[in-house]
């Protein structure tokens, strides 16, 4: 029998476990507090706290990046079904206290959830006073079983994808973009091909990326060895490393363009490395004029994304 009485987690809330959901998924305090519109300090003392009261380490720092302990991914399950139940409550709880009758379920995948989907969302219910929503960020398996069971009305995804429950369809037929600082070399070409990057610091995709195989491909085709630094699937993570001086990555364009105000610039890379973003809606169900509108919306916002 496990001693419970020996984690006392009164004293821990929704708040520290949002932390440390956040830090797990874009492997970065600063990059967490960005996605949770806090401060870093703040995520940085409600991860200290919750560490506290377990009693073991949550993440090490490594390589530019928080990593996660394999206690931490051991919890990380548990806490992502309790996670989910504990806001559809809140949410619930809010729209009978507000007498709110339309509602918003999304989740989504890191790249589309860093800034465009946050900002767009935003704009969107300006627009509409009386919708609410709630966003979740989650990987691209969970999302689809998450959506299949209607816990969301709406999941961003990267494709191809084949879950029984939900339908899908082609959000964005994005391409790769080659993200780097300014003062790079490659920053005067227009179109960056897999023989410039030969020799290079580059920070590669990871081998859990969906984008992994093609790069790959389009690289070996080449000849093309790139001198990888730091190897990561989260496009955040590889953008986050590149502002800080290490190479340049291969990325989608929606998170290339959330990095501008770090003092990235991207340009073209030839061949396309494709970045498939599709939208999931659960099977069966009977799709609200909110979310038709909310995706027709969506599909014109993403066209400002699109490289000039």
Known sequence: MLALESFDLTQIGHKHWEAFNAVLHVG????????LRTSQPSISRLLKELQERLGFAL???????????????????EVERSFVGLER????????????????????????????????????????????????VQRSETIASWVSTRQFDIGFAMLPMEKPGVDIELFDPAIGVCVMLPDHPLAARDVITPRDLHG??????????????????????????????????????????????????ITDRFTANAFTSRGLISRRFEPDVPYNFGVLFP?????TELVEEFIRFLRAESLNCRPA
């Open 89 to 136: 409550i809140a949410e619930r709880a809010a729209q009978i206290k507000e007498q709110r009758v339309e509602q918003l379920r999304i989740v989504s995948m890191p790249a589309l959830a860093h800034q465009f989907l946050p900002a767009a969302l935003a704009r969107f219910l300006k627009q509409h006073r009386g919708v609410a929503a709630a966003l979740q």
């Open 283 to 287: 099977s069966h169900s009977q799709r």
């Open 59 to 77: 993440f090490t720092r490594a390589d530019g990046r928080s990593w996660p302990t394999a206690e931490a991914l051991a919890l990380h399950d």
């Open 28 to 35: 970065s305090f600063t990059q967490a507090a960005r996605l």
């Open 200 to 249: 290079l610091a580059f920070v590669g995709k990871g081998r859990d990326s969906f984008a992994h195989l093609p790069l790959q491909r389009a690289l070996d085709d080449a000849g093309s060895v790139p001198d990888i630094r730091v190897d990561t699937p989260i496009a955040a993570v590889a953008c986050e490393l590149v502002a800080n001086g290490v190479g340049v990555t």
